[in-house]
């Protein structure tokens, strides 16, 4: 497709279990974002990929959270144990280029409620 | 730290009049900006950018203004539409790097 594609749209899960979610960035695009939006808060920055380049993991709220990214496409965000604070719509956002002022396109998000 | 933040929470216009949404930033070293759209349910919305080296740029039904001298800029929607109805927020960065400050967001209410 077009834009941003992001699976599952929603997930469910109990406490402890570990969820894994998807992201498809614009073909082309070299850089790639998590967020995760609370409700009524702003985005909150999780992590960045560029190419072949170090992932920046410094939003990551703990050693819970990883991602990768293979083939600098799809991207995954793992989180373990998962918590009900970690409730919330965790966005996948990529740009042309993550420095050069390009705008950033974003998925539509991936829902994830922790009971 | 950087923050970026917006006036009204809530704004709430009659349809086909014109709406302005404000937002400031604090980082005079940011260099471009961008307004983004985010109805329920879905993902933001790319709607306009802006580079510091413009006072205003237009878009369809859309402009943004940016007075760096006080570091604000808005969004104006011309003749406001059913459709517009939704959270607006601006994100602000710096050549060169990569991390947007995003801000929270004011709810666009379109009156019929």
Known sequence: GAGVSQSPSNKVTEKGKDVELRCDPISGHTALYWYRQSLGQGLEFLIYFQGNSAPDKSGLPSDRFSAERTGGSVSTLTIQRTQQEDSAVYLCASSFSGTKNQPQHFGDGTRLSIL | GES??????????????????????????????????????????????????????????VTVLLNKTVKHLSLQIAATQPGDSAVYFCAAAKSGTYKYIFGTGTRLKVLA
């Open chain 2, 4 to 61: 970026v933040g917006l006036h009204l929470p809530t704004l709430s216009v009659q349809e086909g009049d014109n709406s302005i949404i404000n937002c400031a930033y604090s980082n005079s070293a940011s260099d471009y900006f961008i307004w983004y759209k985010q109805e329920s349910g879905k993902g933001p919305q790319f709607i306009i950018d802006i580079r510091s080296n413009m006072d205003k740029r237009q878009g369809q039904r």
